[in-house]
């Protein structure tokens, strides 16, 4: 798997060490580096450090500096240091917190990916380009109010707009999340990797699923695309091997290649979008979907039949929001059907989902009721 393929290194280039701490310098700075040794236990990089008669201000955590210490606890940062760089504490899996004081300009990618341990990210108030608006345990690129570093704790807030390239990825430890209307991209390697990730809620405002996005999240059995979304990028859904229902809501314009490949258990997909959507071939690949349902909206049947990969599907079955019972008939033993399955909590006929919003709950009533009293169905 592609998370695995950063490991550690045994020969690393740095010019002295003080203290177990390993520095390279440039001019009047230190940058702090990988050494012959893995960081463990708890360590606190000065603010400077001597060495030959010359004093060093420390002023970087370098590429790759402490990636792969899987011993390391802790690790205090002074406010001196203003470039945190790609991979510096990579899959440091016991490293619980972490502080990024208010003179940090500067975080690069990967930089805590895999820290499935991390349970608390802050950044100190004042600090010009990031923070951690409402206890968020994160770190928000202020700006843009894209969250480019979150953890198993994170809470996202409700003005973050993106969750930018990589931010959750290789969190294992995050089993949850909610992400709030107001963002709308997830964007490239998002959750990438997060294993026991189980449940996602993605709202109605996301229009951008970015490539690889939920590659790899094992844990996901069921994932509601709303209609907001767009695109779903290539490699979006790849190697969720426990997937099992996906609904894709109706603005849905572009499926990239492999997007829900290796879904190996993938069962229902629901799709109610009456334009086919531009899709790879390849976008469910080595996902046995062959032998899977594709529901598809009143008057699609034939239109998806003809065109690949939708055609792969072993059965395509024309969806008729209303008929809970399935008897191809809108009447009141569907109220009756659609109340029972909401008080008993029992796996829904897709007609069930009468609002389309990929959901089954009370405005499901409303939405057949007020089918019912207008004569049936008037959007298709």
């Not at 000065?46 to 690790?75: D, Q």
Request: charged fraction near 15%.
């Amino acid at each position: 798997m592609a998370f695995m393929l950063f490991g550690s290194s045994s020969t690393y280039a740095y010019e002295f060490e003080v203290d177990g701490i390993y520095y390279n310098t440039e001019f009047s700075n230190a940058i702090v580096t990988r050494g012959e040794n893995d960081y463990s236990g708890d360590i606190i990089i000065p603010a400077t450090v001597s060495h030959n008669g010359m004093t060093y201000t420390v002023t970087s955590i370098g590429e790759k500096a402490f990636m792969w210490c899987t011993e390391l606890t802790r690790v205090d940062i002074p406010n001196t240091v203003t470039l945190i760089d790609s991979y510096a504490f990579c899959y440091c899996r016991q490293l619980t917190s972490m502080v990024i004081s208010q003179n940090v300009t500067t975080i690069n990618s990967w930089a805590f990916n895999g820290c499935s341990g991390l349970s608390s990210i802050t950044v100190e108030s004042g600090n010009p380009r990031y923070d951690s608006r409402d206890n968020c345990n994160a770190i928000i690129e202020s700006a843009t109010n894209t969250l480019i570093a979150g953890c198993k704790n994170t809470i996202i807030p409700n003005s973050v707009t993106k969750i930018g390239f990589q931010a959750f990825s290789g969190c294992s430890d995050l089993t949850s999340i909610s992400i709030p209307n107001s963002v709308t991209s997830i964007e490239t390697e998002a959750f990438f990797a997060c294993l026991n990730l189980a449940s996602v809620d993605i709202p109605n405002s996301v229009t951008y699923i970015g490539g690889s996005a939920f590659n790899f999240c094992e844990a996901l059995e069921s994932v509601i695309i709303p209609n907001s979304v767009t695109t779903i990028d290539h490699n979006a859904f790849y190697g969720c091997s426990r997937l099992t229902k996906v609904s894709i809501g109706n603005s849905i314009t572009t499926i990239g290649a492999s997007a829900f490949c290796y879904c190996n258990r993938l069962s229902k997909v629901i799709i109610y979008a009456t334009t086919i959507p531009n899709t790879l071939e390849s976008a469910f690949n080595k996902s046995n979907y062959n032998n899977s349902t594709l529901y598809v909206a009143v008057g699609c049947k034939e239109a998806y039949a003809m065109v690949e990969p939708w055609s792969g599907f072993g059965k395509i079955v024309e969806m008729i929001p209303g008929d809970v019972d399935e008897d191809g008939k809108l009447n009141i033993s569907d109220i009756t059907s659609l109340i029972d399955l909401l008080l008993n909590g029992d796996e829904a006929s897709v007609n069930a989902d009468v609002d389309e919003d990929g959901k089954m709950n009370i405005s499901d009533v409303t939405s057949l009721i007020d089918l019912l009293l207008n004569g049936g169905i008037s959007h298709f």
